[in-house]
């Protein structure tokens, strides 16, 4: 898009009232894009909706293909950064990348359950990273609605885990 | 063979080396920040690990979550490519701790020649030419002042954990080598926790020549000649080019055959690079060792037609190298420019943004190694290299044709590149007649 | 687009009263997209809906830069098949690609002036190509309101030569 | 030198000429149909002129506007492309008439190259093996069952004008021969005019190996070695490699001898080709010469370093070959893959439209010569030739293995294109081999 523009000089920044003058101009005369561009300034406009073409890296980020463990691999491509793949409502997410358990060993029963009601403090599960088994809390308080990843799956960083709704 | 590995990079290096496995066969795991995510690239791996947000402090550098995307993409090795971790030597040993490659060199060799003091002691061992100096670290101001006389001012003041020109100062006379070094020590103690400065023999409008080595396991070590770096802003490279223009023969023989007892000496393996500094007399002195890929890689891959990104590969599975010296040919003259979001009109202020239209150029001879694309946003918060664009012609200035030519077609627009500069640049008639030296862009641009 | 401008005294920012008074006549004269560009400045408007990327091939139309004798090589791009770069009004175009003279030789006055009415079989120039002197006829009839070409000028195919108006 | 030349063709081919003469310093006149107007690579001439509607029947085959503009376009020299008015002597004779230097052979040399008699004749004056058959056009039909009954069945009945296939019979008895006859003559009298046919021996399941020539007006004449074009599907090529796959390097160096001969005999000069067909015992055969240069000319670029529009360029400048034969080096193995807007999936239908998403594949050794971009629409008034991915590695493996890597990283969305054929192509077993011959893509695809 237009490049910072460098007015060392000027004082003052981009003059509003001029803007929506120009505004103003564009819609009367349904202007869909001007760009003006002088030795002090750049101006580019564009109204109207926005074309495909232009979010391709967005669009990218849902279609990202994987080979195998590619359930999570997939899962870790939508991240709260793609909002909208993340599940509805609120979520708890990997704060690191490693193996998801659910429990702290195979004979103990899981953290966490559907319907269980945690606080910021309460450990939920455990992220194995480099031999080290991280004990990770919640960070918000809420009832668990919907638990996102399977015991033993690898996740990545922001991976959604739980689905919480408020008590 | 490895059947996996881990690129623990982004961008076109992650790009480059998700390349050259999958041309060997070999499955790659991506790693990525939340900036990174949904770009192209990332899909040509078989599978992407986020590991972070988007400060490089945060994902690329963090050295355990790396490891732990390279134990759940279950991968025997990783390629740090060049800058983050890359000549980590910590990073090295926890991979290697973990049963995982590093492919570079032994963590020895890569700490050894990350100090520069005792890499200066393997160089003078191997008989290679360093500037006239102190030998080691100077203990006082007097033992500085000493060696200043005897070596004969100007003389450098180096830190030596120091880099990027920090803790550097250059001297003319008794007085500023005191006041210097009081200031190069305490930067240097702030900036890299180590106080230990040396002197040598300040080179004055030095050009900057390396030389490009290959050695494996078995004992074998080739240099695949040298490149000139002259062209240079800040100690930022813009332009490589190989062979050096103007270098006499037997000058180049000479600094490659300095490279390689080096390497020897040192026990190095894997790809790295030996810098020179060459006076205008061409006496060369060894600065220091590049214990990694470098960025201007592609001008050897085109004069010598070998793959340097396979043979780390190749060489970190305890392959021989499949040539010997003999084989290695040098043929035509090849550049790289590298073509930054920087505004040159604007102090080189980073651009970064969103690339809303890019035409390369192409045709003969013509090479851009890239991850970005038309609709590309080239965020704030790595380096501000867009992409390098390489020719290979049977003469330089066949080459200086084809570059200029080159970067009439190249549009890039959304973002303020280095392309302004590189015109100028490859017009400028000292360039062209390569009356150059480290200094030379910063004194002319 | 716009290479850096060098006018360093221009105090003042972009003049919103012309700009008004461009896109009034843009409007009047239903053109789609301009774009002005000289030594100071460079303006870039599009009116009416984004095709936007849809089509670059009739956007770059206007902007090929062309070395020497330029004006009318741009002149040339600015054929039919991208009505929204041609003048108003009707117009008659050039049937080949040659040199255009307004009168049959030297000494000869024009074939025809601002105000002549024309006929389809009215002899309006010659354009030649290959040594060869092609007398063009207008093809329409009407009033010619406009040159749009000055004698010699090499014009190319289906390029406007004059503008003509119903008698 | 010329100052100035006019490029009488349009998309990747008119690109490739006007890089090729920024390079040399020369300036370029690009012409452009309607359809084509507002392509980028129009942008990189110094002019543009428009000479006519979409139909290449009214705009890029028109020869008396392509002259006026190259009058007024003030430019000493047409280079033709491939393709359009590459091969017509006609339009070769207008552009020398008029003082304009047609990039291409004498048009004597045109002519009787051109009529494939008269080149049979050349040939076997040269010495070159030519397929058994009628010396010259067969005057009746008894006359054809004589010669038929003297090579042996099956035979091949041709036009002398005829090409693409049209104009073309095989009988493997008398009675098809009779009846074969008669409708290849009249189909050739309705398309080409001219209803003379001769008759040879069909050569069954041959391989297609071509020799690439430059000859300069001085009397030097130098091969560039041979390229395979076996793969292809009803007459165009689809893949070209250098060198030809399993070619025993005798029957290699003969073949090439032969082509250099044969362009001697005829007295051609500029680039030009000569094709052969190679049986399964290795016997090869003269087919034509193709009097241009050609779409696949990049394979021997790749492998010679010699860049064949240049050459072209300055030997209709009336310069002398700068290398001998003994210069000349075959390096690694190059591979070209065209990639075509056509729908494998149904039957090969062209496929125009825009191109709403493009990925290209790079890296070391890769090479896309195309005019396209994202944003770019294929017209549906010319050939449906999008552009040209060429490989050059050190082994054919490797290059295969690259061709790969770059077909998984190419992306072209908005138009189908014929890459899904390409992988299905570079990952069969027979083409791995290379047990592959000219009827191999339609049997098997």
Redesign the interface.
Known sequence: MAKPVENEEKGDSFDLDRIRKLLQLMKTFDVSEINLQNDDESWKIRRGPRVAYAQPAVSQGFAMPMAAPAPAAVAATAAPATPAAVPAGVTINAPTVGTFYSAASPEDPPFVSVGTVVKSDTVICMIEAMKVFNQIQAEKSGRIVEILVENGDAVGFGQPLFRIEPV | MFQRILVANRGEIA??II??C????I?TVA?YS?AD????Y???A????????APASD?YLQI??I???A???NVQAVHPGYGFLAENAHFAEVCRS?NIEFIGPPVQAMQQLGDKVSAREIAMKAGVPCVPGSDGLVSDVDEAVKVADRIGYPVLIKATAGGGGKGMRVAGNEISLRAGLQAASAEAEKAFKNAGVYIEKYVERPRHVEVQILADNHGNVVHLFERDCSMQRRHQKLIEESPAPKLPEEVRQRMCDCAVNLVRESGYTNAGTCEFIVDKNYNFYFIEVNARIQVEH?VT??VT?I?LIKQQILIAAGEKLPFTQADIRH??CAIELRVNAE?P??NF?G?P??I?K???P???G?????HV?????ISPYYDSMIGKLIVHK?TRD?AI??M??CL??FVI????TTLPLAKRMFNHANFVDFSVDTTFVERTF
């Open positions: 790009l480059r390349r050259a999958r041309e060997l066969g499955e790693v939340e995510r949904g770009s192209h990332l899909q040509l078989d599978e992407a690990w986020c590991i972070g947000p994902s355990n979550r490891i732990s995307a134990e759940i993409g973990c592609p891959e085109l037609g793959d043929t035509g505004d009109e604007n202020r651009s943004g969103m809303t890019l035409r390369l192409g045709g003969p013509v090479r851009f190694d890239s694309y038309e609709g590309y946003t049977p066949e044709q084809c200029r030519r009439r077609e627009e959304g973002i303020a």
